[in-house]
């Protein structure tokens, strides 16, 4: 199994799980928080965990690229505002952050266009 494989199935568990999790508590807040604007976050990676299942671009950029500005925003935090004990926990953090946009960037061409054709495999 790929790593886009991979990707997909966790996108969609996550998806799914946050999904069920939002509806079963949506008249119970949890501290306060009302749950409800997440909704639409939950179900649009369903769709994009489909998509990276079927290595699709359009699917990758779209799960690369916000995880990839989390990773690099927790990087600096990490050297700007964390003390020693918790950097280098932190940096790992944004290394599994920052590790589906290497991904996406290592095996470009091996994914499928954004018009549906299949590209050459190199």
């Known amino acids: ?3 886009f494989k991979w990707f997909g199935v966790l996108a969609i568990l996550f998806g799914t799980a946050g999904t069920i999790v939002i509806v079963a508590l949506w008249h119970e807040p949890i501290h306060g928080v009302d749950l409800a604007p997440m909704l639409p976050l939950h179900l649009a990676t369903i769709p994009v965990g489909v998509g990276l299942w ?3 671009r359009w699917a990758a950029v779209l799960f690369a690229a ?4 989390l990773g690099a925003w927790e990087a600096i935090d990490a050297v700007r505002l964390a003390e020693f004990p918790a950097t280098p926990a932190n940096l790992v953090l944004a290394g599994i952050f920052l590790s589906p946009a290497g991904v996406t960037v290592s095996r470009w061409s ?4 954004f018009n549906g054709e299949r590209s050459p495999a190199k």
């Open 54 to 56: 079927f290595h699709r």
């Open 110 to 113: 091996r994914l499928r266009p």
């Open 66 to 69: 916000p995880l990839a500005v």
């Open 1 to 3: 199994m790929t790593a």
